[in-house]
Every structure is written in C-alpha cells, then in structure tokens.
C-alpha cells in the first residue's frame, strides 16, 4: 500500500462553516475531509487529514511526511505569511507539495500576497474553496506516478 498524502491544516481552520463564511465557505473541516477521502479513494490513493492550530505541531508533521508520506498538501493559514520554520520544515521534505487557500490570498490584504510556503511548493492553488483540495490530491497523485 502506497504512503498516505498528508493533508495538512493550519490555524483556524478548525472553525471552517461559521468562521467568515462568505470568504471561506460553508463547508466545515470534517466536510472537506470526507470530499478528501472521496477524492483519493477515486484516484486509488489515501489521505491522511489533520488540522492543528499550533506551529509546532505542524513543523512536526511536515517531517513526519518526509518518510511516511507520498505527497503533501498545505494550507497554513496564516503560518502561510508568517513563518519561516514551516518554510524550512517544507525545503527539508523531498515529497511533491501542493499549496491551497480556500480564498484567493491574492485578492485580500496586501500581507496575504506573502507566502513563504510557496517557495517550497511545486503549485499553488488558492480561490477555489473546497473544489481547490480536491485538485490538489490529484495534482500530487500525478506528480507521485511521474517520479
Ligand atoms: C487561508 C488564507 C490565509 O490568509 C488565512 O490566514 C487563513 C486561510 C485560506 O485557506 O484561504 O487562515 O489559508
């Protein structure tokens, strides 16, 4: 069995569906999950889905996926514009990595037109909620069979 993709979810993300609603969405975290899941199982792949709220944790997880991972998904959150040890945590994992926002960063205030995930980031797709995630597992699964 291939490694999981490890989807990685970041501050406040945990209150998607009453959080913002108009920027973020309806759409809660366990929603997104299940459309995860829904997605990978489509593509013959497996996810494995957090959310932490701490940096910390994230920073851990990241390496964590340079060897029980096949790819990684990230949204940061706002660790996206702010943190350089994600960014080292990301440059030390070899496994392709998608970035996602479920808004478009770029179209909000000028410091979330920063990211240093995407120095990492073999691609970056933000402004497309939920449907954004779903692209991001497959991109990843195309990336894993072309290496
Ligand atoms: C976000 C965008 C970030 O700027 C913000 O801090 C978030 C969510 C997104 O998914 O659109 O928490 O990453």
Same mark, same amino acid.
């Given at each position: ?6 989807? @990685? ?10 959080? =913002?609603?108009? +920027?973020? #969405? ?6 997104? =999950? ?8 489509? @593509? ?14 994230? *920073?851990?997880?990241?390496?964590? /996926? ?28 070899? *496994?392709?990595? *998608? =970035? ?8 909000? =205030? ?12 073999? #691609? +970056? ?13 497959? /991109? ?8």
């Amino acid at each position: 069995m291939a490694n999981p993709i490890y989807i @990685l979810n970041g501050p406040n993300l945990n209150l998607l569906g009453s959080r =913002e609603p108009e +920027v973020y #969405g309806i759409e809660t975290l366990v929603d997104l =999950e299940q459309r995860c899941v829904r997605k990978a199982q489509r @593509l013959g792949r497996t996810v494995d889905f957090r959310q932490s709220n701490t940096e910390g944790d994230l *920073v851990g997880w990241i390496q964590e /996926a340079r060897t029980n991972a096949s790819g990684l998904i990230v949204n940061a959150g706002a660790y996206t514009h702010t943190s350089i040890a994600i960014l080292d945590a990301l440059l030390a994992c070899k *496994v392709p990595i *998608v =970035e996602v926002h479920l808004s478009n960063i770029f179209t909000r =205030e000028p410091f979330r037109h920063r990211s240093y995930v995407s120095q990492a980031a073999k #691609g +970056v797709i933000c402004g497309l909620g939920g449907l954004g995630y779903e692209l991001a597992i497959e /991109a990843v699964a195309a990336a894993v069979s072309d290496a």
